[in-house]
């Protein structure tokens, strides 16, 4: 579940328990996360460098960083900004599945409805 709105956004993700996975998984991912800029940046990496990318990829933190560093990036370039983009570090809790999971959907999808944003929460586009 996720959303955006207009000076924050919330989303649910599930992340997976560490695991150590192969060398061609990683360059795998890290093909994925790089693009075509996989053979520059992975260049010189050694094991070491390897297996911290293999942590940052199950590690909630990282995830954050990638997505709000590259939207600030991307945002500062689009609209000639500079400096931090984000006030504030995000914040994150552990969803048990059940009714604690369903209270966090249902926040979710009803938050554009509270901000009178919209009448039904399917009718924001961006939730």
Not at 48 to 65: A, I, K, P, T, Y
Request: with cysteine; glycine share 8%; aromatic share 16%.
């Amino acid at each position: 579940s996720y959303e955006v709105l207009g000076n924050h956004y919330h989303f649910i993700v599930f992340m997976e328990a560490f695991r150590t996975l192969s060398r061609p998984e990683l360059v795998a991912k890290a093909r994925q996360l790089f693009g075509k800029r996989f053979a520059i940046q992975t260049a010189g990496w050694s094991d070491s460098d390897w297996e911290g990318f293999n942590r940052r990829l199950f590690d909630v933190s990282c995830l954050m960083q990638q997505i709000n560093g590259r939207y600030g990036v991307w945002f500062n370039r689009n609209f000639n900004r500079r400096g931090h983009f984000w006030a504030e570090r995000f914040k994150s809790v552990i969803v048990d599945n059940g009714e604690t999971l369903i209270n966090c959907l249902a926040y979710i999808d009803l938050n554009p409805v509270r901000a009178g944003i919209v009448n039904r929460p399917e009718a924001y586009r961006w939730c």
